[in-house]
């Protein structure tokens, strides 16, 4: 039985560890450097101070709406992101604040597919007409990230 119990909890702490480890890598891949010499996580802080001051309140408010679902623990890492891909559109855009038109864009776009559902359930909540984010919940997000920049051009041409 004490046998039993020791491989039982040698199993549980192997488990944890490479959870954790898992998690540890990931975020050690965001940080490695890209062609361009900045890593993921470079990126994201960097479009973070550019549009910090262009933030309104009932913005924020609503951004955390959206990222209430997400666990306490992973939420701060989620804002980040989703933010910061916000802030990416809206310097795009040349927005002198952020919209709620480029927060739900941002937001769809930076998010996974399976996401899109609390976002639409949101928004019907809200009253707000989903139409004109159809294209966007149509694309992966692997897409986007792929040529976004010639994808939005085109939009806008």
């Not at 924020?60 to 990416?88: C, H, M, T, Y």
Request: aromatic content about 12%.
């Amino acid at each position: 039985m004490v046998s039993l119990i020791i491989i039982l909890w040698g199993c549980l702490l192997i488990g944890l560890m490479a959870i954790g480890g898992y998690f540890m890598f990931r975020k050690f891949l965001k940080r490695l450097p890209k062609e361009d010499g900045r890593s993921i996580m470079d990126w994201e802080e960097y479009y973070l101070e550019q549009t910090i001051h262009k933030w309104p309140q009932t913005e924020k408010d609503f951004l955390e709406e959206l990222v209430s679902p997400v666990p306490e623990l992973f939420r701060d890492v989620a804002r980040q992101k989703i933010a910061s891909k916000i802030g990416e559109l809206s310097i795009q855009k040349d927005e002198a604040n952020i919209t709620r038109s480029t927060l739900i864009e941002g937001y769809i776009l930076a998010t996974p597919k399976k996401d899109h559902k609390f976002l639409r359930k949101k928004l019907k909540e809200k009253n707000i007409d989903v139409t004109p984010y159809e294209p966007f919940f149509k694309q992966s997000k692997e897409d986007y990230q792929e040529n976004w920049r010639e994808k939005y051009k085109q939009k806008n041409s």
